[in-house]
């Protein structure tokens, strides 16, 4: 399995950040067993979970970012995407995709993408 | 400031045995499983540990989790050059109702 994001490596503040991840090597619809994810690292801290989403359409987010948030899929291209709106230059971080899998209820983030790098600039 | 508590760095010489400690608190390392990943930067990320103390396949042995209380640990023994990167613990916090991490170790082998 592989995941590939994608997407403007730069944008304004106040605008909308949006990106893809591209899946291959397996279907986002292949197992209801599966929720996909965005994860973002800021410039020298740590890793932050912006939220999740199933193919079914189910998503849940992180409440600090909630206001903010669109993640979508797109079967058809087996892509996952994040909006985010409104950013300012605490937005500024590398944006990573990642499949989230689970056993017995417990979660852990099994397959990632490589990243990519976002600059919040005018 | 990250939820999870990692030190920022930890060092060892090959062949040696060290621990990444993760310290959180009742709501998540307390009440959930931990998981750890190793990430060499401008790579991605790569799941290590799960549900606190399982390896994926092809982790090596070497390489083995833990848990008492609210504190975790990731033990790497028989140090090798090719361990080094940075390593960050992550669990689900029920009062944040969200994912967390620790802020990263970063592990140079001497």
């Known amino acids: 399995l592989q995941l590939q994001e994608s997407g403007p490596g730069l944008v304004k503040p106040s605008e909308t950040l949006s990106l893809s991840c591209t899946v291959s090597?397996?279907?986002?619809?292949?197992?209801?067993?599966?929720?996909w994810a965005w994860i973002r690292q800021p410039p020298g801290k740590g890793l932050e979970w912006i939220g999740s989403?199933?193919?079914?359409?189910?998503?849940y987010y992180n409440p600090s970012l909630k206001s903010r948030i669109i993640i979508s899929t797109d079967m058809s291209k087996n892509q996952f995407s994040l909006r985010l709106s409104s950013v300012t230059a605490a937005d500024m971080a590398v944006y990573y995709c990642?499949?989230?899998?689970?056993?017995?209820?417990?979660?852990?983030?099994?397959?990632w993408g490589q990243g990519t790098l976002v600059t919040v600039s005018s | 400031q990250s939820v999870l508590t990692q030190p920022p760095s930890a060092s060892g010489t090959p062949g040696q045995r060290i621990t990444i400690s993760c310290s959180g608190g009742?709501?998540?390392?307390?009440?959930?499983?931990v998981n750890w990943y190793q990430h060499l930067p401008g790579t991605a990320p790569k799941l290590l540990i799960y549900?606190?103390?399982q390896r994926p396949s092809g982790v090596p042995d070497r390489f083995s989790g833990s848990k008492s209380g609210t504190s975790a640990s990731l033990a790497i023994s028989g140090l090798l050059s090719e361990d080094e990167a940075d390593y960050y613990c992550?669990?689900?916090?029920?009062?944040?109702?969200?994912?967390?991490f620790g802020g990263g170790t970063r592990l140079t082998v001497l």
């Open positions: 990642a499949r989230r899998g689970c056993s017995g209820g417990e979660c852990f983030f099994d397959y």
């Open positions: 009742s709501s998540n390392i307390g009440a959930h499983t």
């Open positions: 989403i199933h193919y079914s359409g189910s998503t």
């Open positions: 992550s669990a689900w916090d029920a009062s944040l109702n969200a994912a967390v």
């Open positions: 549900l606190t103390n």
């Open positions: 090597g397996g279907s986002i619809s292949g197992s209801a067993r599966y929720y």
